[in-house]
């Protein structure tokens, strides 16, 4: 059984030069083919065998080292979104992994959630240490369009070698930060214990032929058995995007990872209604040469994995990116149309709870956001692929009158439709998006917590605040009705509105004035020196000069302000409030 192309998609943080190095690994085409067209038509690009010993050949590759597969097909969306597009049932299609970081630069946001998505779907990877030019006092290797990292090192002055190396450990530690070791490639003893790092340049060519061997080796030695399609068997693949093209209407982009297509099989793919089925009109693939706007593609009959096609047939207009796709093979398909439609509506289903409303490009990515949002506890109400839309911000706002924080919508990579911004703005409906999918679940939980935090400063401002204070001597200015006389706070903070209590629990009546220096206040801190106005207390008789006396707060209260405050409580408010709670009978909460 013959080895089929490894399917590689390449990860990492935007900026960093992932479109780049899939433009330098489209270059390496020895007959200069202008594969760039590829990327805005297909999603996909073969690089043949062929032309990866050519890249190669001015390496010294490994003893005995015989090619077996035959070429690479690389998937041209750049960034883990394309990861997630590539869905199959059990995980994703793709086999192997570039993830891309500027060695200038470090780990970033998107690096750390490639890796999580790597680690999750257990894809073998290897780390693309790009921008090696940037490092001050490099010298990049003239008159070649793809050379050797190892003899461009060989050429850097001392100095400019040893940054590199620091450089390379310094990526080497975050990944140890996920459990994962690894070491530059050339140093490497063992492959499967270790992640390869692999200095490159995308902008100068150079490492590029180290790297394409890489991962050609690893895939033919270590994913052989993976890489054995049934290429007489019926298709399966995935669809990456759903599109309009002139003259043929609606499309849907392919990558076939197992099996054949040919025109006028049957397809099953899946919609917002659970499965469908379509006849294929036509399979196109993207020509190496096109010489116009209308010469892009070639018609052919059939095309065996793995490859990135274009179909079109009636009937594709509901079909959704992510979904698995697969060739009727003339057999009952009963199973397999349940399977997809299991999918698809598990992935939709909404829920009876109060939860977020989740929009995403494509069903995979929205079964990356359901799971990570489960992790977190997020209940999600309703989820949907496309546009966030008027109806889904009506919907957040009907959640949000019964459970205030789960009233917003969470959009992944798509926008948001003017009518839907219009209608949030109106209803107060909070509308989350990123391109990041970790990032979209953190700003929402940095949300939550700041809105708590919120509450609860304002149910603080209620609530009576922790104060121990003392009953001035010769400061009794009247004896009732209301009692007013001079205190000075001992701990804690006075606040206008409180009741009064002895040591002993009873409470002698309720601050109805405070002043100082003959102007009317609020509160009043520890050290200060004030006079108060309390009904109900009686001069002589509820309280005596000299006296001590504390701010009435019950238990509940107590742990409410607690809460309120956490760790912001200054320490004389809550030493005060320990003695409180204590002359209730309650401990600190």
């Not at 999750?120 to 290797?141: C, H, M």
């Not at 009043?524 to 000069?545: D, H, N, P, T, Y």
């Amino acid at each position: 059984m013959p080895l089929r192309q490894p399917i590689v998609v390449v990860m990492g943080h935007v900026d960093h030069g992932k479109t780049s190095l899939l433009d330098a690994i489209r270059s390496t085409n020895i007959a200069k083919k202008e594969a760039g067209a590829i990327t805005q038509h297909i999603g996909a690009s073969e690089v043949p065998i062929q032309d990866i010993r050519q890249a190669c050949s001015q390496i010294a590759l490994p003893k005995n080292m015989q090619f077996s597969i035959p070429g690479l097909l690389f998937i041209d969306t750049p960034g883990h979104e394309s990861f997630t597009h590539l869905r199959q049932r059990g995980g994703s299609i793709a086999d192997i992994a570039i993830l891309v970081v500027d060695i200038t630069q470090g780990f970033q946001p998107q690096t750390d959630e490639s890796i999580r998505i790597l680690k999750e779907y257990r894809t073998p990877f290897v780390l693309a240490a790009n921008k090696i030019d940037l490092i001050s006092g490099w010298r990049a290797q003239a008159g070649t369009e793809s050379c050797s990292i190892l003899s461009s090192i060989a050429s850097q002055r001392p100095e400019v070698q040893a940054r590199l190396d620091e450089l390379i450990y310094m990526i080497a530690a975050k990944l140890s930060e996920f459990g994962i070791s690894s070491e530059r490639f050339d140093r490497i003893s063992d492959f499967t214990k270790q992640v390869a790092i692999i200095p490159i340049s995308a902008k100068t060519g150079e490492g590029m032929p180290e790297l394409l061997l890489t991962i050609a080796g690893l895939s033919q030695k270590f994913l052989e058995k993976d890489l054995r399609a049934q290429v007489g068997g019926p298709g399966k693949g995935t669809i990456l995007e759903v599109k309009e093209e002139k003259g043929l209407g609606t499309t849907i982009d392919v990558i076939l990872y197992d099996g054949t297509l040919r025109k006028n099989d049957g397809i099953i793919f899946g919609t917002l209604e659970g499965a469908a089925k379509a006849k294929v009109r036509g399979i196109l693939k993207p020509k190496l040469k096109p010489t116009g706007e209308g010469d892009r593609y070639e018609y052919v009959d059939e095309v065996s994995a793995a490859a990135g096609v274009k179909i079109y047939a009636p009937g594709l207009e509901s079909a959704l990116a992510g979904s698995p796709l697969m060739v009727e093979d003339g057999s009952d398909k009963t199973d397999e149309l349940g399977e997809i439609s299991a999918l698809v509506k598990g992935i939709l289903a909404e829920s009876e709870k109060n939860g977020v409303i989740l929009k995403a490009d494509t069903l995979g990515s929205l079964e990356a956001l359901r799971k990570l949002l489960a992790s977190n506890g997020i209940e999600v109400k309703k989820a949907g692929i496309g546009k966030v839309t008027k109806k889904d911000v009506v919907d957040a706002s009907v959640v949000k009158a019964s459970a205030p924080l789960c009233g917003v919508v969470l959009s992944f990579s798509v926008p948001a439709a003017p009518e839907a911004e219009e209608e949030a703005a109106k209803s107060g409906v909070k509308i989350f998006s990123s391109n990041v999918i970790y990032s979209l679940c953190e700003d929402y939980l940095a949300w939550v917590a700041e809105e708590k935090k919120k509450s609860l400063q304002k149910a603080s401002e209620k609530l009576p605040s922790p104060a121990k204070i003392l009953a001035v001597a010769g400061c009794i200015f009247r004896a009732s009705k209301p009692a007013i006389f001079g205190v000075e706070v001992l701990l804690g903070r006075l606040k206008k509105g409180s009741r009064l209590m002895k040591p002993d629990g009873e409470i002698i009546g309720e601050i109805r004035e405070m002043q100082k220096e003959g102007k009317g206040i609020s509160e009043a801190k520890k050290g200060e020196r004030l006079a108060i106005s309390v009904e109900g207390a009686v001069c002589g008789k509820s309280f005596s000069e000299g006296d001590v006396l504390y701010s009435y707060i019950t238990a509940k209260e107590g742990a409410e302000l607690l809460e309120a405050a956490k760790d912001s409580m200054p320490e004389d408010e809550r030493q005060a409030l320990s003695e409180i709670l204590a002359i209730t009978d309650r401990k600190m909460i």
